[in-house]
Structure formats: structure tokens, C-alpha cells
């Protein structure tokens, strides 16, 4: 197995969720603010994705409980056909409970992905499935990390195609031709009540609410991802983003797909990370930039 894995009180509210399409048109190195890039192949011999992941702790905190991973299956085993999986998961808990969930998280979303046969949405949703269990039984045999979960954002790449399983504020974006989209969608409180008409985006962005999430892995036997059913059709020079609400909630989306559009993807990061800890870097911020390259590029 090809692997990158890094890490550079509750938050938890009701439940909601939904399955959902594309919009139209504990294992590995622990490498805190180290960027990792990884250039694969597809099975399209005029494409591959180039990669970079990048996990800080940004300037106010003193602990990273955020992880980002990129893996591969290695050539010949059994799990190729699955493709890339690059994933980014925010723990939360406090007393170091956070990082125990993300990296659990991480760890088993990667094992049974590669593990198991299937549609990658079945796949990813037994994925989640599995983590959410580790986590909880984690915590019940480990009273000091009771309450803690995390949210994961996971998109598997194969040959021309992106499958998205989220849970959480983390998010996922596609840049393609100068355009962001956030492929993701925020199970919050707050975009909960601005989806309901409840509030505005201005009223929400500085809601005193704003950072409660209403699903994560952790928060119960019974949870709501989001796992897309159908999948995106990638092309060449797409761009996909995947971060922490660090990233997220501290660098406006323009600014997020500008950097992304323009910087390789390690350089992209990189610069995207600074951005956020300029803006004050009130919380760990975590980024995974892929981009979708045609063969005989340079790689980045």
C-alpha cells in the first residue's frame, strides 16, 4: 500500500443528512506540518493526479487533532481497481480525544476501502460505517476519550471518475475552468437553518452557533453521512480541494480557488495554509490539493 498520512469541548447538535449525487455540469508516518506530494497514474495512460496533503496547527492552538491522508493500492493487489482515496478528518473531544478519533478514522476508512469489493458507494459507506464503530468502541473502552468523534471528508479517484463520503463541516471542491464548487455540503446548525430559510449566509457566518456540527463520526450508533450515489466525471485540469473548516471558515472560496488554480499542488497548499494562519489561524488547518494532469506534463 502507497501511503501519505499526516496529522498536523463538543460540538455535536441533531442529526440530518441525505444522500446526494455530484452537483451538475492509527497507521503511517504522523507528520505534523509537512507537506506530502504523490504524483499516480490513472488507468487512463494520458491522465494521472498529482498531489499534495498539508496538516498545520495554525497559531492558536496548541494541539493538531486534524489528519490528512492520500493512499494508493500498489500495483498487482487486489484492492488497484479501488484507485487513490484522499481524505481529510477533524477530530474533536479535547484531552487529545480529537486526534485518537481523525486517526482512527483515517486508518479504517483506508483498510476496508482497500479491503472490500464492491461500488465504491457501498464501499465508502461500509467505510464509514466501520469507523464510526472503532470510534465508539475506542471510547467506550477508554472513558477519557468519551464524546470524542471527527469529521472526514473522503473522495475516491478512479480512472476518470470521483466518488465523494463525507460527514461533517470538512469540505470537498471542485476548481474547473476558473470555477469553484464546493461538491460537499455543511451538516451544521447553521447551514441546517440557512438551507430551511431560517438565516441568511451574512447571519450565519457570524452566528454564535456557527462552528456546531450535526453529524460526525463518533456522535452515535446511528449516523448520516452523505455518500454520492452517482459519480463525477473528471477531465483533464480539474482541481480537486479538500480541507478542514480551518481553511475553510478563515480564507473566503475565491481566494481558496484562486491559490488552488494557479500553484502546483504542493505550493498550493502551502500558500493556502499561510492564508488561513494570516487570517489568524484560530484552529488546525488541514488541505489536500489533486489535481488532474495529462501524462506528459511536467509533474508538479
Not at 440530518?16 to 504523490?38: D, I, K, N, R
Not at 489528519?67 to 473531544?93: F, Q
Not at 451574512?202 to 450535526?214: K, Y
Not at 498550493?268 to 488532474?292: F, K, P, Q, T
Request: with cysteine; proline share 6%; charged share 20%.
Amino acid at each position: 500500500m502507497n501511503e501519505l498520512m499526516s496529522r498536523a469541548g463538543s460540538r455535536f447538535a441533531r442529526k440530518t443528512g441525505a444522500e446526494h449525487a455530484p452537483p451538475a455540469g492509527l497507521a503511517g508516518p504522523m507528520l505534523p506540518e509537512t507537506t506530502m506530494a504523490m504524483s499516480v497514474p490513472t488507468a487512463s495512460p494520458q491522465l494521472r493526479f498529482d498531489a499534495a496533503m498539508l496538516s498545520n496547527v495554525g497559531v492558536v492552538r496548541a494541539l493538531n487533532e486534524d489528519v490528512v491522508l492520500y493512499a494508493t493500492a500498489p500495483e498487482g493487489d487486489a484492492g488497484e481497481k479501488r484507485g487513490t482515496l484522499a481524505l481529510v478528518a477533524d477530530g474533536m473531544g479535547g484531552h487529545a480525544a480529537g486526534e485518537v478519533a481523525s486517526a482512527l478514522a483515517a486508518e479504517v476508512v483506508r483498510r476496508v476501502f482497500y479491503e472490500l469489493d464492491g461500488p465504491p458507494s457501498t464501499v465508502l459507506t461500509s467505510a464509514f460505517a466501520a469507523a464510526n464503530r472503532a470510534i465508539l468502541d475506542w471510547a467506550r473502552n477508554h472513558p477519557e476519550c468519551s464524546g470524542m468523534g471527527t469529521t472526514c471528508t473522503a473522495m475516491a479517484l478512479t480512472e476518470r471518475e470521483a466518488w465523494l463520503a463525507h460527514i461533517g463541516d470538512s469540505r470537498a471542491y471542485l476548481l474547473r475552468s476558473g470555477s469553484l464548487t464546493q461538491l460537499s455540503e455543511d451538516q451544521t446548525l447553521v447551514a441546517t437553518l440557512v438551507r430551511e430559510g431560517r438565516l441568511s449566509k451574512e447571519e450565519a457566518e457570524h452566528s454564535p452557533v456557527s462552528n456546531v456540527i450535526t453529524q460526525a463520526l463518533g456522535m452515535g450508533p446511528e449516523i448520516e453521512p452523505i455518500i454520492w450515489q452517482k459519480p463525477l466525471t473528471l477531465l483533464a485540469d480539474d482541481v480537486i480541494v479538500l480541507c478542514s473548516d480551518g481553511l475553510s471558515g478563515a480564507v473566503p472560496d475565491a481566494e481558496i480557488g484562486d491559490i488552488a488554480g494557479r500553484l502546483p499542488p504542493g505550493e498550493a497548499c502551502e500558500a493556502l495554509i499561510a492564508a488561513a494562519n494570516a487570517a489568524g489561524g484560530h484552529d488546525n488547518i488541514s488541505v489536500g490539493v489533486v489535481r488532474v494532469a495529462v501524462e506528459n506534463e511536467q509533474t508538479a
